[in-house]
């Protein structure tokens, strides 16, 4: 059976503040190598990526060093990852997910647009993550490109082991990221759209695995979360039961926090920067101004009524399922995701005192990395249950966050 929002009991959009996986309390503050990389300039890096042949899974490579290895490597297309003793922020990895031919263009400082080669990062199967306390600039983004979307993501996890080899570690308190803010987890995603036919209405954002859950919690619990998400977010959409591919998606335009539009890079804010905050619906950088072009539109001081408005109004479209508005290509769109119920150095959800605390992901998750990602529906006819049609994803973006605690299960499977 597939739990929706639908089947849930009615919430007003009005309280689409927040979201599972991406999202922060509607109280929170508005603050808001010797690498495998030598082929980096002689090589087309979409190419590359796209025609690495498939590769057998394994567990590791002992004919090289455990901080280099050539790229592509035999991870880059394989279900694993390299053993969690190999990975330079353990116990956390991200790396572009396999098959969803997110190719990698290069890892550089935010302040610079020369890439680096880090000693411990690949990138087909290991990227960098920011631990927030990095000096200012000195955050490590990653260039990338889909068939669909070309830009930058940057993603910072509290309390993730610090890496920037060349840069000490900032241990001043004030210009610490997540200080004073109740989110564990962000990520901007900052680039345009290749092709002008992506509709708004179709484009999700959330959790999709190839494979069951094993340990679900006990019903009163999984039925409460699930009432938490569809209260945090009214158009989630929930495939648990009954199915081999369970999913959360949700809409991207209400589920992320903040969204910005801007007619070049250089007038967009920088990915790295901690105070990225949603425009009033009077101002060109607003997304309002695209979705209802013909309303009046009055300043909004607070950043939480800019925020709701807007959700508010991506809900109402996605739910319509406007077959009109497609995302502009000579636009520079800035996505920004946080939340505070995950806790993703532990692979752990927090939902509070009510539903039992603190819960474990990894014997639910089978094994599988949890996902930052994007993607556009389309319907493939005949693939679902009973003829029916079965919804499918064309990715934007695709990066898969990985726990030591998931691999075990995983070198199972």
């Not at 590769?55 to 050539?70: F, G, I, K, R, Y």
Request: proline share 8%; net charge negative.
């Amino acid at each position: 059976m597939s739990l929706t929002t639908k089947e849930s009991e009615a919430v007003s959009s009005d309280s689409s503040d927040s979201t599972f996986y991406e999202a922060d309390s509607v109280h929170d503050d508005d603050v808001s190598s010797t690498i495998e990389v030598a082929l980096v300039e002689l090589l087309d890096r979409q190419a590359l990526i796209t025609n690495v042949p498939e590769m057998p899974v394994v567990l590791e490579d002992t004919s090289l060093p455990a901080d280099t290895h050539a790229y592509p490597c035999r991870f880059t297309q394989s279900p694993l990852p390299p053993l969690p003793s190999r990975w330079p922020q353990a116990p956390l990895l991200l790396r572009p997910t396999p098959h969803s031919h997110t190719a990698i263009r290069g890892i550089r400082h935010a302040d610079s647009t020369g890439y680096q080669a880090l000693p411990g990062l690949c990138e087909g199967c290991t990227l960098p993550i920011n631990s927030g306390k990095e000096k200012h600039g000195k955050q490590l983004v990653i260039d990338f490109e889909t068939s669909l979307f070309v830009g930058t993501v940057m993603l910072r996890i509290q309390n993730a082991k610090f890496f920037s080899p060349s840069d000490p570690q900032n241990d001043d308190e004030e210009n610490n990221y997540f200080e004073g803010k109740k989110r564990t987890f962000q990520s901007v995603i900052q680039g345009r759209f290749k092709s002008p036919n992506v509709l708004m209405s179709r484009c999700v954002t959330g959790q999709a695995f190839d494979r069951p859950a094993r340990k679900l919690p006990a019903r009163w619990i999984l039925s409460g979360a699930v009432k938490l998400m569809s209260r945090l977010a009214p158009q989630l959409q929930v495939q648990l039961h009954n199915t081999n591919q369970p999913r959360f998606l949700s809409p991207l335009l209400s589920t992320a926090q903040t969204v910005l539009l801007h007619t070049d890079i250089k007038s967009s804010p920088a990915t790295h920067d901690g105070a990225i905050n949603e425009p009033s619906p009077i101002e060109s950088t607003s997304l309002i101004q695209v979705l209802q072009p013909n309303t009046q539109k009055t300043p909004i001081k607070s950043i939480t009524d800019r925020r709701k408005k807007r959700k508010k109004a991506s809900d109402s479209l996605f739910v319509q399922q406007d077959s009109k508005l497609c995302f502009d290509t000579s636009t520079v769109y800035t996505f920004e995701f946080y939340q505070h119920l995950l806790l993703m150095d532990e692979m752990a959800l927090n939902l509070g005192k009510a539903l039992g605390g603190k819960h474990s992901l990894a014997p639910m998750l089978n094994g599988q990395p949890l996902k930052l990602m994007a993607g556009v529906l389309k319907a493939q006819e005949g693939n679902g249950p009973d003829g029916k049609s079965d919804e499918d994803i064309d990715w934007l973006w695709s990066f898969d966050i990985w726990h030591s605690n998931l691999y075990p299960n995983s070198s199972d499977n």
